[in-house]
């Protein structure tokens, strides 16, 4: 069973940045691609960034595209952190922003269409608000 632990939300005005971050334990991490999901107050939940289990690609949606950055540090195969990058800022990113796992076959891909994650992370809240 994996243990998914969100941190780094807050409050922050329009333009500025925030890095999220979201620790990941428990076995078999090295098959599992992440994926950073985020829902705004009266919408739908949406997948925003994921990173393969590999490390080596990323997909991003339009809506963060060029804004914000995913990254992944493995120290072992029970232990990864995973962070989201957000940089420029805008009220429209206002939600709670969630990780998530999705083991996979092939460890250098992942999209973040994808549906039915494995495990969840309680989710880490963020207000842009001037």
């Known amino acids: 069973q994996l243990q998914l632990v969100e941190s780094g939300g807050g409050l922050v005005q329009p333009g500025g940045s925030l890095r999220l971050s979201c620790a990941a334990s428990?076995?078999?991490?090295?098959?599992?691609?992440i994926f950073w999901f985020r829902q705004a107050p009266g919408k739908e939940r949406e997948g925003i960034s994921c990173?393969?289990?590999?490390?080596?690609?990323?997909?991003?949606?339009d809506s963060v595209k060029g804004r914000f950055t995913i990254s992944r540090d493995s120290r072992d195969n029970a232990i990864v952190s995973v962070y989201l990058q957000m940089n420029h800022l805008r009220p429209e990113d206002t939600a709670i922003y969630s990780c998530?796992?999705?083991?996979?076959?092939?460890?250098?891909?992942?999209?973040?269409?994808?549906?039915?994650?494995?495990?969840w992370g309680k989710g880490a809240l963020v207000n842009v608000s001037s």
């Open positions: 428990g076995e078999g991490l090295d098959w599992d691609a």
């Open positions: 998530a796992t999705k083991p996979t076959i092939v460890r250098t891909l992942c999209d973040v269409r994808a549906q039915r994650m494995d495990y």
């Open positions: 990173i393969s289990a590999s490390g080596s690609n990323t997909h991003y949606a």
